[in-house]
């Protein structure tokens, strides 16, 4: 897949998915159901490209494969849309929820078609579930998200801190992708824009330095080199800039060489 173009990449995995993998590796009708998130998020909080879970749809109705949908992290608004699914109209078998939901108890869930969910008797029989508080939790954070335009407000201060970030890639060559939707925003770091090869020492230096500067911030990715940002929705335009401004304190310092390998101690990160 490299060396394509951000149009071709995403045909061509649906093709590797369908053309490949189901020919070669494990025939259709052996497959259950396909789990996807809509922006991949600890792999390096990475966006498909537009169509690519349309495509992942169209090819699990074709060989009656069921859609899993994970929205534990992006789910409730903070794409900028309740679901990162609705941003290309899919509807999916089964769509899982945690993390906001239960507005910081602990609290997950599984929404879906009647005729999945309902296929055993009694299939969800566990210690901690239905808890009556977590569920209170849960009913309150969904009207607090409606009354107070949160999902659109993701859509539109994370709108802002993209833009702001972007510009921050164009004084710190570290920087060689910006990507995001809504308030899920990954800055990926790398040591040579052309060859994108990854910087991990850096990226750890560079958390380390945003947390000395009074910046909480964490990176995840394949190789350890992408800065996550995911902001509660309700982060204010004054907050982005004081934001940026640190990380933009905290990259000049990590390429200037004024951030050692023997400041990080034990930090381990992701």
């Known amino acids: 897949m490299f060396g394509l173009s951000s149009s071709e ?3 061509a995995l649906l093709e590797h998915l369908e053309g490949y993998l189901f020919k070669t590796i494990v025939p259709p009708d052996l497959v259950g159901g ?3 998130e809509a922006v991949q998020a600890d792999s390096g909080d990475i966006v498909p490209p537009r169509g690519f879970l349309a495509g992942v749809e169209a090819i699990c109705r074709r060989h009656g494969i069921m859609l899993l949908l994970d929205e534990v992290k992006i789910g409730l608004g903070r794409t900028g849309k ?6 290309e109209d899919v509807a999916p078998d089964l769509v899982a929820l945690g993390k906001a939901l239960g507005g910081g108890l602990p609290l997950s869930a599984v929404v879906g078609r009647a005729e999945v969910l309902d296929a055993a008797t009694a299939n969800n029989m566990y210690t901690t579930a239905g808890n009556p508080v977590a569920c209170a939790a849960a009913l309150a954070t969904l009207d607090v998200i409606e009354e107070e335009g949160l999902v659109a407000r993701a859509a539109e201060i994370g709108g802002y801190l993209l833009k702001s970030l972007r510009q921050l890639q164009a004084v710190h060559p570290l920087i060689g ?6 308030c899920i925003v990954g800055v990926e770091l ?3 824009r052309t060859t994108r090869v990854p910087a991990p020492s850096e990226t750890a230096k560079t958390v380390y330095r945003c947390y000395e500067n009074g910046l909480l911030v964490f990176y ?3 190789y350890s080199n992408v800065l996550e940002f995911t902001p509660p929705l309700t982060l204010s335009v004054a907050e982005v800039d004081e934001g940026v401004d640190k990380l933009d304190r905290s990259l000049a310092d990590v390429e200037a060489g004024r951030v050692t390998d023997e400041s ?6 992701w």
């Open 9 to 11: 990449v995403g045909p």
């Open 34 to 36: 396909i789990i996807v």
């Open 82 to 87: 309740w679901w990162g699914f609705s941003h």
């Open 177 to 182: 992708d910006v990507r995001g939707l809504g």
């Open 190 to 192: 790398v040591r040579d």
């Open 220 to 222: 995840s990715g394949l």
């Open 264 to 269: 990080l101690g034990k930090y381990q990160g």
